[in-house]
């Protein structure tokens, strides 16, 4: 029972103020530092909160890093998806390969140097399912489903006719940016060309084999 001048944490405008506070607080924690030297204890500190509070939004240190950056994700995918728009608009008829690169660059480009995003990574791919974990799922599947768009749309700039189902080849290049973002994760902003060359070679290669395929 909240006493004197405490607020009542069930009211849903405090739970949504509490829940700011603690995202705010492990957000600024995980940009500082490694995600082995974040503890809970340290975000409910920074938050102004109880341990015990911190678990009523996310049970795990794991859920918390998810939580922090499905939002960095999904507004570095949002960007990407702007700069393919932007790419159709100069050249409506930019190759396959162009159209992947302007849609994941972004994504690749502001995860450089940040060891965390390793860490987001292999929570996404392995970790138990859960609130956050399904959330970054659904953004990934996202991002990936406008990767099969931009294949189909290359075929039928090519062959004039129905596309085959590009879910294997989109899987196939989700796969290969989940591997650049690990490296990404671990290399300087001076390393965003190699990083970038890399993929877009790994990318073409999707492109052209799903391209030659039999109508």
């Known amino acids: 029972m909240s006493g ?3 607020p009542n944490s069930n ?26 030297e974040v503890t809970t204890h340290s975000i ?16 795990t240190k794991p859920e918390l890093l998810l939580m922090v950056y499905n939002a960095a994700f999904r507004e570095r995918v949002a960007h990407g998806l702007d700069a393919l ?20 660059s972004p994504v690749v480009a502001e995860s450089l140097g940040d060891e965390n995003v390793a860490t987001y990574q292999r ?3 392995f970790g138990p399912a859960d609130r956050y974990r399904g959330e970054a799922l659904e953004i990934v599947a996202g991002l990936r489903g406008a990767i099969a ?10 062959h004039g006719s129905s596309p085959p189902d590009p879910e294997i080849a ?24 190699e990083v970038l060359t890399d993929l877009a070679a790994q990318v073409e290669l999707v492109t052209r084999g799903y391209l030659a395929a039999r109508p």
Do not use: N
């Open 44 to 59: 409910a500190r920074h938050a102004a909160v109880a341990s015990g509070t911190v678990f009523r939004y996310a049970s």
């Open 170 to 193: 989109a899987r196939t290049v989700s796969t290969s940016l989940h591997m650049t973002l690990v490296r990404a994760a671990h290399r300087s902003t001076g390393g965003a060309a």
């Open 123 to 125: 929570e996404v791919l």
């Open 11 to 36: 009211r849903p405008h405090v739970r949504a103020e509490i829940e700011v506070r603690i995202f705010d607080a492990a957000r600024e924690l995980f940009r500082a530092l490694p995600y082995d």
């Open 85 to 104: 728009a932007e790419a159709r608009g100069d050249d409506a008829r930019s190759d396959a390969t162009a159209q992947i690169m302007a849609l994941v």
């Open 149 to 158: 768009a931009a294949l189909a749309d290359a075929w039928r700039e090519r």
């Open 4 to 6: 004197p001048g405490r």
